[in-house]
């Protein structure tokens, strides 16, 4: 058997056998069948446009399993009618690599194209990625690498500068449930010849719990399907207790775009509001565990620390924005355990939604009053005609008076004396009231004084 794998284009099924995973049987076979990865492959990018002209260089593909950067090489390829040479990084040494190049070698000098496929490359030791190096300069092959982990430190360099690195992102769940109803639906590589059935919320689940990797949602597709009982009318159903069992875990009501999400939402909002840290975690952990996108709950935590908390704790907006960059640098599961902290943090913290009525009130004026032109006094006088029509006159420098105050108005006229900032007693904006009553009464005191 060979260490490596090599497919000529004319070689590769068109309806791949019904052995094969449900995975490698769905692979797409255009463009337009692939799912995701639009900054890439969207019409007018970049890469498209080079697979449309067949004008390739070498690459680099970055992503999180199953996102579908093996399917996406294997498509430029078939597209481009190159011989496609797939290595891996376990069973390929030197000596393979080294006979591969010499055959690539030689069909380049006869017009024809190799290109050379490395999945999981950085598993690849330095003495195997330069055996690649000459052949790629010459340009006898188009070397396509896929990793999983960031190549500015797992490929050498000078491989990289000659690669153009590609990064790719995780599916979404809608892209997952479209590529899984195909997969119901395709009755010559996917599973329409089984009558399988399954609900619009079942298929969502499996897509949550594939958390990105396509590969994982048509592998529990799959599973479900094979282990689903006929139903008197023959279908193949896929209940809620039989993905259950395919999953070993517990499956919780939820649907992450009805009345249940905003249920749940709610309860995490209002128990943080409310200062309850164990009700928090609860229904934190009760929207994680159903699926939902962890980003989106630290997108509204970072809301949750302007809107209740304020500058009553200037702080909470930094620790919000901090576990959202832990979960993205982390993922799942170890990044939940930085939004638990968060959920903890904001419920503990002194509260205030001073900032956020202020702010209500400034756009209620906004909408409803006329939009007057800014004072002359706080205009910059940019050029001598400016400063000729008062631009700038009578503006006082705070930094020039003792208290870094003035009684100089800065509102439009309609709206002077109006005040919307109103600090509770509550944490550090207890501080913020005091200075502020301090600085009213610097100007009230009188112009002479000041």
Known sequence: ?????????????????????????????????????????????????????????????????????????????????????SFSAVLAGIKEIKEVMAAADHKSRSGHRTIVFVDEVHRFNKAQQDAFLPHVEAGHIIFIGATTENPSFEVISPLLSRTKVYVLEPLTTPQIVELLRRALA????????????????????????????????????????RGAQPSEKGACVITPELLEDVLQRKL????????????????????????????????????????????????????????????????ALAVTLAAKDAFDFLGAPEGHLALAQAAVYLSLAPKSNAVYTAYGEVIEDVHKTEAEPVPLHIRNAVTGLMKNISYGKGYKYAHNFDDKVTDMT??????????????????????????????????SRPSSSL
């Open 410 to 443: 800065c509102l439009p006229d309609n709206l002077a004396g109006r005040t919307y900032y109103q600090p509770t007693d509550q944490g550090f904006e207890q501080r913020l009231r005091q200075r502020l009553d301090e600085i009213r009464k610097i100007r």
């Open 252 to 315: 919780l009501r939820y649907d992450k775009a009805g009345e249940e999400h905003y249920n749940l939402i709610s309860a995490l909002h209002k128990s943080i509001r409310n200062s309850d840290p164990d009700a928090a975690l609860y229904w934190l952990a009760r929207m994680l565990e159903s699926g939902e996108d962890p980003l989106y709950l630290a997108r509204r935590m970072v809301r949750m620390a302007s809107e209740d908390i304020g500058l009553a704790e200037p702080g």
């Open 186 to 225: 395709d009755k010559d590589r996917g599973l329409g010849n089984e009558a399988a059935e399954a609900s619009d919320d079942i298929l969502f689940r499996i897509a949550s719990f594939a958390n990105g990797d396509a590969r994982a949602g048509y592998n529990t597709l799959e599973l479900a399907v």
């Open 1 to 85: 058997m060979s260490l490596f794998s090599k497919l000529p284009l004319s070689a590769e099924p068109d309806v791949p056998a019904a052995n094969q995973p449900l995975a490698e049987r769905m692979r797409p076979r255009t463009l337009d069948e692939f799912v995701g990865q639009e900054k890439l492959l969207g019409p007018g990018k970049p890469l498209r446009i080079q697979i449309e002209s067949d004008n390739l260089g070498s690459m680099l593909f970055w992503g999180p399993p199953g996102c579908g950067k093996t399917t996406l090489a294997r498509l430029i390829a078939r597209l481009t009618r190159s011989e496609f040479v």
